[in-house]
């Protein structure tokens, strides 16, 4: 097949930074967590790779408007959609949007499907629709008073449509409603978007992938997060600083476990919710999602990631890839099942 890979590297996130402030950008000035998302050139080439080869023809381009150029020189078979853009609350919709437009096919959930599951509050209402347990939230709005009463503290604040643990501090959990109303002001002054102020569950956290479509919709092994690798006296969050200061390639935190010690009711508990959850979403080919043992040991969804991460070297800790690894698939024969999922779902040879 010809495949285009459609990324966001962090080169072209910067680009894109720089040209939003008409090239004014000094470094020093980028907070920490702007580029959590961007892929790094090696990602980019890893994947590359290993849809080559499986024999495809493969070409990897920056996500932007010049792609129906390509979709008109390259004609794609198929886009392998990663790219997670950079500004506005549908930054994640985009590529996949141009694919409906110049009708290619693309891997993954769809526009709409990718921008709720980027708004935590939107996810989670269609959620408890469904009845599926998620923490008890509440949503704050700019240019609105902070009006909180009867929260059932402590509670969690997040920005509402970020992900990679951007603007999720180790002092995002907050106590009590002059804490959690002096954060939620900051939060929404610095990510300018709503806030979500949710209860925090203090049980057990897994991270799950799920993948196929239908009937065929396969859950991989789970896994379990271990909080006592934090430093000492680190909430127990997968926090900015977890992901990405605490836990490096050169001292990995031994914080995840795949497959998880769980008793089989609990693990089929926790199968059960994450194919709800994917199922309501309507979520295509792949997913990771998130999710937490309330009090009374319920499984609760925090958040699903139709883009799941993929980095290529096990030494980090990337947990869709650890979980495909642990079911036997080689970092290829994980990039290559979505592809056959995805032409399965088009029809595709
Ligand atoms: N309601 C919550 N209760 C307990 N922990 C939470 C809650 N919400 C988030 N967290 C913690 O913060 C981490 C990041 O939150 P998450 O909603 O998954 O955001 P991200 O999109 O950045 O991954 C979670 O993995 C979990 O450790
Ligand atoms: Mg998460």
């Known amino acids: 097949m010809k495949i285009i890979l459609a990324y966001s590297s962090k080169e072209g996130l910067l680009q894109e930074y720089r040209d939003r402030l008409g090239g004014y950008a000094p470094e020093e000035e980028i907070p920490a967590d702007f580029f959590a998302e ?66 290619i096919p693309y891997t993954g959930s769809d526009p709409l499907t990718l921008a709720i599951c980027l708004n935590k509050a939107r996810a989670k209402e269609i959620l408890s629709y469904y009845l599926i347990p998620n923490p008890a939230f509440k949503v704050f709005y700019p240019l609105q008073e902070v009006y909180l009463q009867n929260f ?61 479509n239908g009937d065929e919709m396969e859950v991989l092994p789970i896994v379990s997060i271990n909080y006592s690798t934090l430093p000492e006296g680190a909430h127990p ?43 309501v979403l309507q979520i295509k080919d792949w997913c990771r999602i998130d999710v937490r043992l309330d009090e009374n040991g319920i ?28 079911a036997g698939y080689s970092y290829a024969g994980m990039l290559n099942k979505v592809v056959e999922i995805a032409a399965k779902r088009y029809g595709l040879a």
Not at 52 to 79: C, Q, W, Y
Not at 245 to 266: H, S, V
Request: aromatic fraction near 10%.
């Open 152 to 212: 059932d503290f402590p509670a969690i604040v997040k920005p509402v449509s970020e992900g990679s643990s951007k603007g999720i501090f180790n002092d995002s959990i907050v106590d009590n409603v002059q804490v959690a109303r002096k954060k939620i002001e900051e939060n929404i002054r610095r990510y300018n978007q709503p806030v979500i102020l949710e209860k925090f569950l203090k049980g057990d956290e897994y991270t799950v992938g799920v993948w196929g």
């Open 38 to 103: 961007g892929d790094s050139r090696e990602t980019i080439k890893a994947i590359i790779n290993a849809l080559r080869s499986k024999g495809h023809n493969v070409i990897g381009m920056e996500a932007s408007d010049l792609m129906h150029n390509t979709f008109n020189s390259f004609h794609p078979d198929l886009v392998f959609n990663i790219a997670e853009g950079l500004y506005g609350d549908f930054r994640e919709s985009y590529i996949p949007m141009l694919c409906e437009k110049y009708n």
């Open 299 to 326: 499984p609760n969804i925090l958040e699903l990631n139709p883009l799941p991460g993929v980095l290529p070297d096990p030494k980090e800790n990337s947990c869709f890839p650890k979980a495909a690894r642990t």
């Open 237 to 279: 969050i997968y926090s900015y600083e977890a992901k990405w200061l605490w836990d490096t390639r050169d001292k990995p935190l031994e914080i995840f476990q795949c497959p998880a010690t769980l008793n089989p009711t609990l693990k089929e508990r926790i199968e059960e919710v994450v194919k709800e959850a994917y199922q």
